[in-house]
Antibody, heavy 121, light 110 residues
């Protein structure tokens, strides 16, 4: 049974940093690209970042480029999102999801329940 | 960058058919796959259509997808509506540098 469990969210002041983690199980993690997608309270989905199965390809949304870094540790079946210089508009539930088929053109097959990040002073 | 525009909300009665549109602002809708996701209240999204018109395993054939190059849009059609179909639906596509979600459509089955 596929499981994606995010953690590391919380309340943080603007300008500070936070690192999110996503623990994967029930599938061959090293074979799948992985995305982070966020959803502000009461709002729609917003793509954040993607990483290929071997970690060699990474892409970011314009809104987070230069501030967020996606990474993975295939030996631990873990996905990460390092978030620096946080802004109030980064407040959202952050979901990790695996990509079926190609890491860029594929679809997000399994999603975690998400972890809430609140950026507020 | 491009945008995907969806109607804010649609409603229909059980047993009927509803179609949700997703219009791409720039670039050809046919050049990149469109996926559709269902998000029920309090739950994470799940894919209902991928690669324009393919259904993931377990998704009933009441769900279908299509693209229309003349209107540069994609559509999700749900037939034989059930109350359990009431949810938010998001289209998603990409270009060479970014992934984009539509703003979402709230489907009410009443």
């Amino acid at each position: 049974q596929v499981q994606l469990v995010e953690y590391g969210g919380g309340v943080v002041q603007p300008g500070r940093s936070l690192r999110l983690s996503c623990a994967a199980s029930g599938f061959s993690f090293s074979d799948y690209g992985m995305h982070w997608v966020r959803q502000a309270p009461g709002k729609g989905l917003e793509w954040v970042a993607v990483i290929s199965s071997d970690g060699g390809n990474k892409h970011y949304a314009v809104s987070v480029k230069g501030r967020f870094t996606i990474s993975r540790d295939n030996s631990k079946n873990m996905l990460y999102l390092q978030m620096n210089s946080l802004r109030p508009e980064d407040t959202a539930v952050y979901h990790c999801a695996n990509v079926h088929n190609d890491f860029w053109s594929g679809y997000l097959g399994y999603w975690g329940q998400g972890t809430l990040v609140t950026v507020s002073s | 960058n491009f945008m995907l525009t969806q109607p804010h909300s649609v409603s229909e009665s059980p047993g009927k058919t509803v179609t949700i549109s997703c219009t791409r602002s720039s670039g050809s809708i046919a050049s990149n796959y469109v996926q559709w996701y269902q998000q029920r209240p309090g739950s994470s999204p799940t894919a209902v259509i991928y690669e324009d018109n393919q259904r993931p395993s377990g998704v009933p054939d009441r769900f279908s997808g299509s693209i229309d190059s003349s209107s540069n849009s994609a559509s999700l059609t749900i037939s034989g509506l059930k109350t359990e179909d009431e949810a938010d639906y998001y289209c998603q596509s990409y270009d060479g540098s970014t992934q984009v979600f539509g703003g979402g459509t709230k489907l009410t089955v009443l």
